[in-house]
């Protein structure tokens, strides 16, 4: 099974989400809230390619900018509310540029409170991770 950032956030908000997910096993298509985030990507940052996925991670990244000379990995949220979560899924992209030796920092957008928020990947930051992973992997 490929563990993906937003299995990463989903498990940490509500665990039984995450189980359907990784089965394939998604929420209504048509939901208003999936509705609201897919015009907040699209209206949002016009200037940034959005959406970039990362085959060799099986990560789709929300998009990719580089500010004085550093290389940042941006997640665009609706609001603060699941901010833990969205929190951990960046570290664990983060994680996955660290594994390949890529120096990277992390920035959460959030449209509606119109804050942004740099993340750093911590060296401590792998444990976690790592035990998010097993904790998600052995779930049945």
């Given at each position: 099974?490929?563990i993906?950032g937003?299995l990463?956030q989903?498990?940490?908000?509500?665990?039984?989400q995450?189980?359907?997910?990784?089965?394939?096993?998604?929420?209504?298509?048509?939901?208003?809230?999936?509705?609201i985030?897919?015009?907040i990507n699209?209206?949002?940052?016009?200037?940034?390619?959005?959406?970039?996925y990362?085959?060799?991670?099986?990560?789709?990244i929300?998009f990719?900018?580089?500010k004085n000379?550093?290389?940042f990995?941006?997640e665009?949220?609706?609001s603060?509310?699941?901010?833990?979560?969205?929190i951990?899924?960046?570290?664990?992209?983060?994680y996955?540029?660290?594994?390949k030796g890529?120096?990277?920092?992390?920035?959460?957008?959030i449209?509606?409170e119109?804050i942004?928020?740099?993340?750093?990947?911590?060296?401590?930051?792998v444990?976690l991770?790592?035990e998010?992973?097993v904790?998600?992997?052995?779930a049945?």
């Open positions: 099974m490929k993906t937003s990463i989903a498990y940490t908000i509500f665990s039984r995450a189980w359907l997910m990784s089965r394939q096993m998604s929420a209504n298509q048509n939901d208003s809230f999936l509705e985030g897919r015009l699209k209206t949002t940052f016009r200037h940034e390619k959005k959406k970039i990362l085959a060799e991670f099986a990560a789709e929300d990719i900018t580089l000379g550093c290389l990995a941006a665009i949220k609706k603060s509310r699941t901010m833990a979560s969205s951990k899924q960046l570290k664990y992209y983060l996955l540029f660290s594994k890529i120096k990277c920092k992390g920035v959460i957008k449209t509606k119109k942004s928020m740099t993340i750093e990947f911590q060296e401590g930051d444990v991770i790592k998010k992973i904790n998600f992997a052995g049945k």
